[in-house]
Protein backbone atom coordinates (compact mmCIF):
# COMPACT_ATOMS: atom_id res chain seq x y z
CA UNK A 1 0.00 0.00 0.00
CA UNK A 2 1.22 3.54 -0.88
CA UNK A 3 2.17 5.62 1.89
CA UNK A 4 -0.17 8.26 0.91
CA UNK A 5 -3.18 5.85 0.84
CA UNK A 6 -1.90 4.52 4.15
CA UNK A 7 -2.38 7.55 6.11
CA UNK A 8 -5.47 9.14 4.11
CA UNK A 9 -7.10 5.87 6.15
CA UNK A 10 -5.22 7.20 9.30
CA UNK A 11 -7.35 10.20 8.93
CA UNK A 12 -10.58 8.50 8.19
CA UNK A 13 -10.11 6.22 11.03
CA UNK A 14 -9.51 9.53 13.28
CA UNK A 15 -13.14 11.11 11.85
CA UNK A 16 -14.89 7.61 12.61
CA UNK A 17 -13.64 7.99 15.87
CA UNK A 18 -14.15 4.94 17.09
CA UNK A 19 -12.67 4.80 20.44
CA UNK A 20 -14.20 7.94 21.39
CA UNK A 21 -10.23 8.96 21.80
CA UNK A 22 -9.53 11.79 19.15
CA UNK A 23 -11.12 15.48 19.92
CA UNK A 24 -10.10 17.17 17.26
CA UNK A 25 -8.96 15.95 13.67
CA UNK A 26 -6.44 18.03 11.37
CA UNK A 27 -7.35 16.62 8.20
CA UNK A 28 -4.39 18.85 6.06
CA UNK A 29 -1.96 16.59 7.75
CA UNK A 30 -2.04 13.94 5.42
CA UNK A 31 -0.61 16.92 2.38
CA UNK A 32 2.44 16.81 4.58
CA UNK A 33 2.63 12.67 3.55
CA UNK A 34 4.69 11.83 0.79
CA UNK A 35 5.91 8.62 -1.07
CA UNK A 36 9.66 9.68 -0.33
CA UNK A 37 9.81 11.16 2.84
CA UNK A 38 9.32 10.06 6.47
CA UNK A 39 6.82 12.30 7.56
CA UNK A 40 4.90 10.60 10.35
CA UNK A 41 1.80 11.60 12.24
CA UNK A 42 1.77 12.64 15.64
CA UNK A 43 -1.06 13.13 18.14
CA UNK A 44 -1.29 16.01 21.22
CA UNK A 45 -2.96 15.59 25.21
CA UNK A 46 -5.64 18.64 24.93
CA UNK A 47 -3.90 20.10 27.63
CA UNK A 48 -2.17 23.70 28.16
CA UNK A 49 0.65 22.59 29.38
CA UNK A 50 2.09 21.19 26.23
CA UNK A 51 3.46 24.40 24.54
CA UNK A 52 2.73 24.91 20.62
CA UNK A 53 7.05 26.05 20.20
CA UNK A 54 7.57 22.09 20.62
CA UNK A 55 4.74 20.55 18.73
CA UNK A 56 6.48 22.84 15.81
CA UNK A 57 9.98 21.72 16.38
CA UNK A 58 8.93 18.38 16.18
CA UNK A 59 6.97 19.43 12.48
CA UNK A 60 10.10 20.68 11.70
CA UNK A 61 11.39 17.21 12.11
CA UNK A 62 9.37 14.53 10.46
CA UNK A 63 5.86 14.89 12.30
CA UNK A 64 2.71 16.26 10.94
CA UNK A 65 -0.24 17.32 13.74
CA UNK A 66 -3.14 14.95 12.97
CA UNK A 67 -5.18 14.99 16.18
CA UNK A 68 -5.83 16.51 19.85
CA UNK A 69 -6.32 13.81 22.09
CA UNK A 70 -9.12 13.17 24.66
CA UNK A 71 -7.64 12.73 28.43
CA UNK A 72 -9.12 11.86 31.64
CA UNK A 73 -11.05 14.39 34.01
CA UNK A 74 -8.20 16.69 35.92
CA UNK A 75 -5.46 14.72 35.62
CA UNK A 76 -6.79 11.40 36.73
CA UNK A 77 -4.79 8.31 36.91
CA UNK A 78 -7.86 6.18 35.33
CA UNK A 79 -10.12 7.48 32.86
CA UNK A 80 -13.38 5.66 33.17
CA UNK A 81 -14.61 8.08 30.29
CA UNK A 82 -12.38 5.65 27.97
CA UNK A 83 -11.57 1.66 27.61
CA UNK A 84 -8.16 -0.28 26.74
CA UNK A 85 -9.00 -1.02 23.61
CA UNK A 86 -7.61 -5.15 24.17
CA UNK A 87 -9.06 -5.27 27.72
CA UNK A 88 -12.72 -3.65 27.93
CA UNK A 89 -11.45 -2.15 31.32
CA UNK A 90 -11.37 1.66 32.29
CA UNK A 91 -8.06 3.35 30.64
CA UNK A 92 -5.10 4.05 32.22
CA UNK A 93 -4.87 7.75 32.56
CA UNK A 94 -4.22 10.23 31.95
CA UNK A 95 -3.13 10.74 29.21
CA UNK A 96 -5.68 7.72 28.22
CA UNK A 97 -6.57 9.12 24.38
CA UNK A 98 -2.99 10.07 22.97
CA UNK A 99 -1.92 6.48 24.09
CA UNK A 100 -4.92 5.08 22.49
CA UNK A 101 -4.51 6.80 19.26
CA UNK A 102 -1.31 5.38 18.95
CA UNK A 103 -1.97 1.78 19.78
CA UNK A 104 -5.04 2.04 17.06
CA UNK A 105 -2.54 3.38 14.63
CA UNK A 106 -4.06 6.25 14.05
CA UNK A 107 -1.11 8.21 15.31
CA UNK A 108 2.65 7.15 15.21
CA UNK A 109 3.44 9.38 17.60
CA UNK A 110 1.65 10.82 21.19
CA UNK A 111 2.43 14.00 23.33
CA UNK A 112 1.45 13.90 26.94
CA UNK A 113 2.17 15.17 30.10
CA UNK A 114 2.88 12.65 33.23
CA UNK A 115 2.71 13.87 37.03
CA UNK A 116 2.45 10.82 38.62
CA UNK A 117 2.51 7.74 35.75
CA UNK A 118 0.25 9.72 33.28
CA UNK A 119 2.25 9.17 30.30
CA UNK A 120 4.42 6.06 31.45
CA UNK A 121 1.35 4.03 32.63
CA UNK A 122 -1.21 4.45 29.38
CA UNK A 123 1.65 3.42 27.25
CA UNK A 124 2.32 0.41 29.13
CA UNK A 125 -1.04 -0.64 29.19
CA UNK A 126 -1.70 -0.85 25.79
CA UNK A 127 2.00 -2.17 24.93
CA UNK A 128 3.29 0.62 23.75
CA UNK A 129 6.36 2.55 24.06
CA UNK A 130 6.28 5.23 26.57
CA UNK A 131 8.88 8.28 27.65
CA UNK A 132 9.29 11.36 29.57
CA UNK A 133 11.79 13.70 30.93
CA UNK A 134 12.18 16.97 33.03
CA UNK A 135 14.16 18.46 29.84
CA UNK A 136 11.48 18.55 27.49
CA UNK A 137 10.64 22.40 27.73
CA UNK A 138 12.03 22.38 31.09
CA UNK A 139 11.83 26.13 31.91
CA UNK A 140 7.77 26.09 30.39
CA UNK A 141 6.58 23.26 32.68
CA UNK A 142 8.00 24.31 36.01
CA UNK A 143 5.00 26.91 36.00
CA UNK A 144 2.40 23.99 36.70
CA UNK A 145 3.24 22.81 40.20
CA UNK A 146 0.79 21.53 42.05
CA UNK A 147 -0.19 18.63 44.59
CA UNK A 148 -1.09 15.72 43.63
CA UNK A 149 -4.40 13.46 44.82
CA UNK A 150 -2.40 12.01 47.59
CA UNK A 151 -0.51 15.32 48.75
CA UNK A 152 3.23 15.78 47.16
CA UNK A 153 3.67 18.46 44.83
CA UNK A 154 5.24 17.79 41.51
CA UNK A 155 5.35 20.07 38.43
CA UNK A 156 4.48 17.81 35.37
CA UNK A 157 6.84 16.31 32.29
CA UNK A 158 6.03 16.29 28.58
CA UNK A 159 6.33 12.66 27.23
CA UNK A 160 5.95 10.52 24.30
CA UNK A 161 4.09 7.60 23.20
CA UNK A 162 4.92 5.40 19.99
CA UNK A 163 4.18 1.92 18.99
CA UNK A 164 8.01 1.55 17.81
CA UNK A 165 11.37 2.20 19.41
CA UNK A 166 12.61 3.97 16.12
CA UNK A 167 9.78 6.37 16.16
CA UNK A 168 10.64 7.22 19.89
CA UNK A 169 14.61 7.70 19.10
CA UNK A 170 13.22 9.88 16.06
CA UNK A 171 10.95 11.71 18.40
CA UNK A 172 13.32 12.31 21.55
CA UNK A 173 16.76 13.11 19.62
CA UNK A 174 14.29 15.93 17.80
CA UNK A 175 13.99 17.56 20.93
CA UNK A 176 16.71 16.99 23.40
CA UNK A 177 20.58 17.03 23.27
CA UNK A 178 21.05 13.15 23.62
CA UNK A 179 24.66 12.57 23.98
CA UNK A 180 26.66 8.90 23.66
CA UNK A 181 28.04 6.52 21.06
CA UNK A 182 27.46 2.75 21.40
CA UNK A 183 31.54 2.61 21.31
CA UNK A 184 32.16 4.45 24.27
CA UNK A 185 32.50 3.44 28.17
CA UNK A 186 29.39 0.97 28.86
CA UNK A 187 26.65 1.97 30.78
CA UNK A 188 26.65 0.95 34.91
CA UNK A 189 23.15 -0.89 34.82
CA UNK A 190 20.85 -2.20 38.20
CA UNK A 191 18.72 -4.34 37.54
CA UNK A 192 15.56 -4.99 39.83
CA UNK A 193 15.27 -8.14 41.62
CA UNK A 194 11.67 -8.47 39.69
CA UNK A 195 13.39 -7.74 36.20
CA UNK A 196 15.94 -10.17 37.08
CA UNK A 197 14.14 -13.07 37.14
CA UNK A 198 13.07 -12.70 33.81
CA UNK A 199 15.90 -11.93 31.70
CA UNK A 200 17.17 -14.45 29.45
CA UNK A 201 20.82 -12.93 29.85
CA UNK A 202 22.05 -10.66 32.30
CA UNK A 203 22.80 -7.17 31.14
CA UNK A 204 26.06 -6.19 31.86
CA UNK A 205 26.45 -4.13 35.29
CA UNK A 206 24.04 -6.07 36.87
CA UNK A 207 23.19 -5.83 40.41
CA UNK A 208 20.05 -6.90 41.51
CA UNK A 209 17.94 -4.62 43.94
CA UNK A 210 14.96 -4.98 45.69
CA UNK A 211 11.66 -2.44 45.06
CA UNK A 212 9.95 -2.07 48.35
CA UNK A 213 6.80 -3.21 48.68
CA UNK A 214 5.34 0.35 49.45
CA UNK A 215 1.53 -0.56 49.31
CA UNK A 216 -0.53 2.50 47.64
CA UNK A 217 2.27 5.04 49.21
CA UNK A 218 4.64 6.80 46.70
CA UNK A 219 7.05 8.28 49.46
CA UNK A 220 9.09 4.99 50.01
CA UNK A 221 9.84 4.46 45.90
CA UNK A 222 10.36 8.37 45.68
CA UNK A 223 13.48 7.63 47.84
CA UNK A 224 14.21 4.17 46.60
CA UNK A 225 14.34 5.54 42.93
CA UNK A 226 16.45 8.57 44.27
CA UNK A 227 19.14 6.21 45.81
CA UNK A 228 19.45 4.05 43.03
CA UNK A 229 19.94 6.88 40.30
CA UNK A 230 22.67 7.90 42.32
CA UNK A 231 24.55 4.96 42.21
CA UNK A 232 24.07 4.01 38.59
CA UNK A 233 23.73 5.30 34.93
CA UNK A 234 20.37 3.32 34.14
CA UNK A 235 17.84 1.74 36.92
CA UNK A 236 16.12 -1.08 35.18
CA UNK A 237 12.56 -2.54 36.63
CA UNK A 238 9.58 -4.55 35.46
CA UNK A 239 5.95 -3.66 35.78
CA UNK A 240 3.18 -5.91 34.83
CA UNK A 241 -0.56 -6.05 33.88
CA UNK A 242 -1.18 -2.21 34.69
CA UNK A 243 -4.67 -1.18 35.42
CA UNK A 244 -5.78 -5.10 34.56
CA UNK A 245 -6.50 -6.94 38.34
CA UNK A 246 -7.07 -3.52 39.95
CA UNK A 247 -7.31 0.50 39.58
CA UNK A 248 -4.38 2.18 40.52
CA UNK A 249 -6.56 5.83 41.31
CA UNK A 250 -5.92 7.45 43.92
CA UNK A 251 -9.73 8.85 44.12
CA UNK A 252 -10.86 5.62 44.40
CA UNK A 253 -8.73 3.89 46.44
CA UNK A 254 -8.75 6.45 49.05
CA UNK A 255 -12.63 5.69 50.58
CA UNK A 256 -11.69 2.55 52.28
CA UNK A 257 -9.99 -0.70 53.15
CA UNK A 258 -11.77 -2.38 50.46
CA UNK A 259 -11.09 0.54 47.70
CA UNK A 260 -7.66 0.65 48.75
CA UNK A 261 -7.08 -2.95 47.92
CA UNK A 262 -8.18 -2.19 44.41
CA UNK A 263 -6.09 0.55 43.74
CA UNK A 264 -3.69 -1.42 45.28
CA UNK A 265 -3.48 -4.38 42.70
CA UNK A 266 -3.19 -2.02 39.76
CA UNK A 267 0.44 -3.36 39.01
CA UNK A 268 1.66 0.42 39.11
CA UNK A 269 5.25 0.79 41.14
CA UNK A 270 8.13 3.20 40.12
CA UNK A 271 6.02 4.41 37.38
CA UNK A 272 3.99 6.44 39.58
CA UNK A 273 7.27 8.48 40.97
CA UNK A 274 9.80 8.56 38.07
CA UNK A 275 8.63 12.40 37.52
CA UNK A 276 8.53 13.12 41.13
CA UNK A 277 12.01 12.44 41.42
CA UNK A 278 12.86 14.36 37.72
CA UNK A 279 14.28 11.50 36.36
CA UNK A 280 14.33 10.91 32.64
CA UNK A 281 12.22 7.18 32.12
CA UNK A 282 11.27 4.94 29.15
CA UNK A 283 9.06 2.10 29.18
CA UNK A 284 9.81 -0.70 26.89
CA UNK A 285 6.73 -3.20 25.91
CA UNK A 286 7.24 -7.08 26.23
CA UNK A 287 5.10 -9.92 25.53
CA UNK A 288 3.04 -9.83 28.23
CA UNK A 289 -0.25 -7.61 28.09
CA UNK A 290 0.21 -4.18 29.76
CA UNK A 291 3.93 -5.06 31.14
CA UNK A 292 6.50 -3.76 29.87
CA UNK A 293 10.59 -3.17 31.24
CA UNK A 294 10.73 0.27 32.55
CA UNK A 295 14.45 2.13 32.39
CA UNK A 296 15.25 5.04 34.59
CA UNK A 297 18.60 7.74 34.94
CA UNK A 298 19.04 11.03 35.99
CA UNK A 299 17.90 13.92 33.85
CA UNK A 300 21.20 14.31 31.78
CA UNK A 301 21.76 14.29 28.06
CA UNK A 302 24.35 11.88 28.45
CA UNK A 303 22.57 9.42 30.97
CA UNK A 304 19.49 9.92 28.32
CA UNK A 305 21.86 8.65 25.71
CA UNK A 306 22.85 5.45 27.69
CA UNK A 307 19.55 5.04 28.67
CA UNK A 308 18.50 4.91 24.90
CA UNK A 309 20.96 2.38 23.94
CA UNK A 310 19.90 0.10 26.83
CA UNK A 311 16.32 0.19 25.33
CA UNK A 312 17.74 -0.56 22.02
CA UNK A 313 18.93 -4.04 23.17
CA UNK A 314 15.62 -4.57 24.90
CA UNK A 315 13.20 -3.95 22.30
CA UNK A 316 11.04 -7.19 21.42
CA UNK A 317 9.06 -8.03 18.27
CA UNK A 318 5.54 -6.42 18.21
CA UNK A 319 2.60 -8.67 18.71
CA UNK A 320 1.31 -10.05 15.39
CA UNK A 321 -2.09 -10.46 16.59
CA UNK A 322 -2.31 -7.56 17.83
CA UNK A 323 -0.97 -5.67 14.59
CA UNK A 324 -3.56 -7.97 12.59
CA UNK A 325 -6.54 -7.35 14.33
CA UNK A 326 -6.37 -3.78 15.76
CA UNK A 327 -4.20 -2.17 12.82
CA UNK A 328 -5.95 -2.64 9.89
CA UNK A 329 -8.24 0.04 8.86
CA UNK A 330 -10.40 -2.31 6.95
CA UNK A 331 -12.81 -4.01 9.77
CA UNK A 332 -13.70 -0.50 10.88
CA UNK A 333 -15.81 0.21 7.79
CA UNK A 334 -17.07 -2.77 7.05
CA UNK A 335 -20.77 -2.22 5.15
CA UNK A 336 -22.45 -4.65 7.07
CA UNK A 337 -25.64 -5.87 5.12
CA UNK A 338 -26.27 -5.63 1.53
CA UNK A 339 -29.55 -6.25 -0.09
CA UNK A 340 -29.46 -7.17 -3.51
CA UNK A 341 -31.99 -6.97 -5.89
Not at 43 to 66: C, S, T
Not at 95 to 121: K, Q, Y
Not at 321 to 340: M, N, S, V
Request: a negative charge; one cysteine or more; aromatic letters at 8%.
Amino acid sequence: MSRIREYAKKTFLAMKNPAGSVQEVFVNALDRIGEENDCQYMGVKNVRQIPADLVKKLEGNGFALHTLDRHSHNGRAVDYNLHNPITGRPMTGSSSGTAINVFLGINDLGIGTDGGGSVLAPAAAVNCFGFISPLIEAGHMKQYAKLSTDGIEFYPSIGFVTRDFSTMCKAVNAILPVTGNPGEEEAVILVSRALARRLESPITGEVPAAVPEAGNRREPLIGFLEEQLQRCDVFADFEEKIDFSGLGDTVLGHFDPVTAVVQNRSGKGLIRVANMVKATALTVPVRDLSSCITLYCESTPEKTGKLLQVAAALVQPEDELIRRYFRDPAPYFEEGFTWHH
